[in-house]
């Protein structure tokens, strides 16, 4: 298949920016999936191709954090275990079903985070130093984690909202580790699912490696500006980001 260099160009450009918006709160996948249909994919390989930058871009952001000391590495397998465990059955079905029956959701989703947002700030912008829980403690949590999973692994636009909501939300972490915390969750489920569309041949290579290094700048970047700035600058960016994601969700 042969590719535009121009709208390849774009694509890398788009992909800077969101992996800059998922480093600090979700729904880049909102700017890189509609752009990798009109490069001329179809919706499920478009799907399965932008997980090639959303590894990349995960790599590249739990390195970040963890150099930073921003991450919580102790935390990682009881919040993995539930979020794999999702992911594995949200890769498998997006593999064999269409995406169409997830705009509700993602509306839902995003319309619920702004209003928490908006009216409870505190719930998911804990204050940094507040007791974090185990998921083994809240299975409020653990169930976000797990439903988390489903959706990345089915669709990966906006999950950053449901694995923030679990991880600042339910487990109490400020949102710069809930957002290091985050981003381990993606590249594990994602990973997963990766492997799940190889195996369904629904990848493009080349519009997904040019994806990918777009994602790793932003990612670069996202990290650097998240670990520099209060806390309260991320809350306001995640809440303008699910009004953004809603538009994004009712336009495409």
């Known amino acids: 298949m042969e590719y535009d260099i121009v709208l390849l160009a774009v694509l890398a450009i788009l992909g800077m920016i969101a992996g800059w918006i998922n480093t600090l709160a979700g729904g880049g996948s909102n700017l890189t999936l509609p752009m990798l249909m009109v490069l001329g994919l179809p919706p499920d390989v478009a799907n399965g191709t932008n997980r090639v930058g959303v590894i990349m871009q995960g790599a590249v952001a739990v390195q970040g954090f963890h150099k930073y000391g921003k991450l919580d590495t102790q935390s990682i397998w009881p919040i993995l275990i539930p979020n794999l465990m999702g992911g594995c059955i949200g890769a498998v079905a997006a593999a064999v079903m269409p995406n169409v029956a997830l705009k509700p959701l993602l509306l839902g989703t995003v319309l619920t985070m702004s209003a928490i947002i908006l009216i ?112 309260s600058t991320i809350k306001w960016f995640l809440f303008a980001m699910t009004l953004v994601s809603c538009v994004a969700a009712l336009v495409f």
């Open 120 to 231: 409870r700030p505190g719930f998911i912008a804990p204050e940094p130093g507040t007791p974090v829980r185990s998921p083994n403690e809240h299975r409020g949590a653990w169930w976000g984690l797990f439903i988390a999973g489903i959706y990345g692994g089915f669709v990966q636009a906006s999950v950053g909202f449901i694995l923030l909501a679990a991880l600042a939300g339910g487990l109490r972490y400020d949102l710069v580790r809930a957002n290091a915390l985050k981003m381990v969750c993606t590249l594990a489920f994602t990973s997963v699912s990766l492997a799940i569309f190889i195996w369904f041949d629904l990848i493009e290579w080349v519009p997904g490696l040019v994806l990918a290094g777009g994602t790793m700048i932003g990612t670069y970047a996202g990290v650097r500006f998240a670990v520099s700035v209060k806390q």
